[in-house]
């Protein structure tokens, strides 16, 4: 059997539809919620679950993740429950892939080997570490694809016009490229969407992989647009922001909070799913 | 602990992926990479151009004053009744610390490679007064980064950099200090990266920042050794400079890295004391990680999340060390002290009675070093203290501490 990740993507492709990347904080804003959250997104229509490790310092998100992954860590979240909850979720969903997406240090004081072991006992399927280029993920990438997790690449605009840089970048790139769509942080603002269509010919001329694209898409209309041109999309920071808005004084979350995520991401994925593509066939 | 290899020289590092032995390397989002590949390129061309060193050199001397002078500190000598006590004086340069170097090096780094735009962060407020100055004298686009609780302690540099023109942009997120601004520094560096010249304040961050501004501060080392030749016709016994990020240190240790009879000594800050967890000591209390760009002792708890760092000083609050410094006490070379926000204070008051100077609260970690070694230490041993920075901006956390009222 093929894995999860290429067995999704092959799906997808073979229903001629983009698919919808659901991105959530573990522990966000508590495990037992988050789990419930994520119980439900498959459902809701989300293909594949990109679940956020906590890290105090996430140099490379806006202020909705950042404040998503505090609330995290003040709820007692640890790199070890992440991973019981994908362990959890697993029992249930054997299909829907989950990529694990964080900050490296984590994972390198968790140690890389009993980390990528216990990821892949857990039933988790790829990797994105933000702070790993290809500079430096040779000690984390190695393990993880002999484990069988893949390690997914992030692409950027800046890697799309420096010279030699998308060849060295799909060389050793498996599962999936994240093409982040602008240069900034989560969530900051709107992907300018000729950008993006010049971006991905780009990488289609260099890799046969799929290529999903993130960073600030929230909007249905947003997403059906990017979907029209990727095989995926990412919506992170707007689900984050979504949870945060639905949590009392207290931080507790309130009742309307697993719906208000369930509604948005349905959504989301009509969006998506039903987008006419125009690219990448 | 982790057990490096002896090199033939001390000196030759970092290897041509910016690593020092497991240490430095470039941890940064992808978005960033090609830039900091074309800066090492940059930067690698302008170290080769005899023109670039020029017109450093130039501002050094015309802009900045050096070379700063070697001062022999004669009252604090005999009152300790120990060692004899040099003063290396960059509290003498423009802008009042050693960070201005630096800066000179980067920001004509930053015209050279077209960018109009100049961001920094900043804990005590000296690198972005250094930052802000110079690009105010080069006609640039200034915004500091500074920790919302650093400008509450530091307001007199705060005023001084929006004197300087620079727009300084108060950072509410985390401890609210120096490892907060670099955060914030790196999320404006990611959305600016075509326009911006991240100036880095120390031997911190991805390669090529870390061996980039150790040359750049190695000025203070190739000083000192001309200047102590000079007085005293041969080298000093020890080096002493407090550590924070670590550039004071390494400016003045690097050109005697290979000079086995001269011991180096860096003083981190211990805070309220190392036992109590408040404090920044990130290689007497931490262990290896990876943040801001690259590994190495970092504060951190077992799960690998960041520890908020303590110290009085500013300048010295930051949960990481630059990799050098990590790489050099591994193999032995660097010896590593503390000394405590009182013994800072302490050092503080007396260094102000003794030679009428007012130290930076940093700098007044490497004397408190000297005033509990010192006194042991045999009148012929030569001692120079990195004086990295004046005080004149500590007076308001010095009355503070003091219980006087400003």
Request: proline residues 6%.
């Amino acid at each position: 059997m093929r894995d999860r990740i290429t067995e999704r993507f092959a799906e997808l492709a073979r229903e001629g539809r983009a698919g919808l990347v659901t991105f959530l904080v573990a522990g966000d804003p508590d495990m037992a919620t988050f789990e419930d959250l994520l119980a439900a997104l498959p459902e809701a229509g989300a293909d594949v679950l990109e679940v956020g490790m906590p890290f105090s310092d996430p140099m490379a998100d806006g202020p909705a993740i950042e404040a998503g992954y505090q609330r995290a860590l003040r709820a007692g979240t640890r790199l070890r429950h992440v991973l019981q909850a994908v362990e959890r979720f697993r029992r249930r969903d054997p299909t829907t892939p989950v990529v694990l997406m964080g900050y490296y240090n984590p994972i390198y004081r968790y140690g890389v080997e009993r980390f990528v072991e216990d990821a892949r006992a857990a039933g988790v399927d790829g990797l994105i570490v933000v702070d790993l280029p290809p500079e430096e993920d040779g000690e984390l990438r190695g393990p993880a694809r002999e484990a069988g997790l893949h390690f997914v690449r992030l692409v950027a605009p800046t890697s799309i016009t420096a010279p030699g840089r998308l060849p060295r970048l799909v060389e050793s790139a498996s599962g999936f490229l994240y093409y982040i769509s602008f240069t900034g942080v989560t969530g900051a603002r709107e992907p300018d969407l000729s950008e993006v269509e010049e971006a991905l010919a780009a990488i289609r001329r260099v890799t046969e992989l799929p290529v999903a694209v993130g960073f600030g898409i929230r909007e249905p209309v947003q997403a059906a647009a990017v979907a029209r041109l990727a095989d995926a999309v990412v919506v992170g920071s707007a689900l984050v922001r979504l949870v945060a808005a639905h949590l009392d004084e207290a931080g507790r979350p309130r009742d309307d909070l697993r719906g208000a995520v369930v509604e948005r991401v349905r959504a989301l994925a009509a969006a998506v799913h039903g987008a006419e593509r125009n690219a990448g066939e | 602990m982790t057990v490096q290899q002896q090199p033939n020289s001390f000196r030759t590092g970092p290897d041509e992926r910016g690593h020092f032995g497991i240490f430095g390397g470039r941890f940064v989002a992808e978005t960033l990479m090609p830039l900091i590949l074309d800066l090492e390129k940059a930067y690698n061309e302008a170290k080769a151009d005899p023109s670039f060193k020029k017109e450093m050199d130039s501002y050094l001397a015309h802009y900045v004053g050096r070379p700063s002078p070697l001062y022999f500190a004669e009252r604090l000598t005999k009152k300790f009744g120990g060692a004899k006590i040099y003063f290396k004086r960059e509290d003498l340069n423009h802008t009042g610390a050693h960070k201005v170097n630096n800066v000179i090096g980067q920001a004509l780094l930053a015209r050279r490679m077209g960018k109009p735009r100049v961001i920094a962060e900043t804990g005590a407020g000296q690198h972005g007064v250094a930052t802000a100055t110079v690009a105010a004298r080069f006609g640039m686009e200034c915004v500091i980064y500074m920790g919302e609780r650093d400008m509450e302690r530091q307001q007199p540099n705060v005023f001084r950099m929006r004197l300087l023109g620079a727009e300084v942009r108060p950072v509410k997120s985390g401890s609210r200090t120096l490892k907060d601004a670099m955060n914030e520094a790196l999320r404006d560096w990611v959305t600016n990266v075509r326009t911006t010249f991240y100036l880095i304040g120390s031997v911190a961050g991805p390669h090529p920042y870390p061996a980039m501004v150790r040359d750049l501060q190695s000025v203070i080392g190739r000083e000192t050794r001309e200047q102590i030749l000079g007085a005293e016709g041969r080298l000093p016994d020890v080096l002493v400079a407090c550590v924070g990020g670590g550039s004071n240190a390494m400016g003045l240790f690097h050109p005697f890295l290979d000079d086995p009879d001269v011991r180096l000594v860096a003083v981190e800050a211990a805070g309220e004391g190392i036992e109590t967890g408040r404090h920044a000591a990130a290689m007497t209390g931490g262990s290896p990680g990876v943040l801001h760009g690259s590994r190495s002792y970092l504060l951190q708890d077992e799960d690998g999340q960041v520890i908020e760092p303590h110290s009085i000083s500013a300048g010295l609050d930051y949960p990481g060390i630059g990799p050098e410094h990590a790489w050099l006490k591994d193999v032995g070379r660097l010896e590593v002290a503390t000394a405590t926000d009182r013994e800072a204070l302490d050092a503080f008051e007396l260094l102000a009675r003794t030679e009428g100077i007012l130290p930076a609260l940093e700098s007044a970690h490497a004397v408190a070093w000297v005033a509990r070694e010192a006194p042991r230490m045999s009148p012929d041993t030569l001692v120079v203290v990195n004086l990295s920075g004046r005080g004149d901006k500590d007076i308001y956390t010095v009355a503070r501490a003091m219980g006087a009222g400003l």
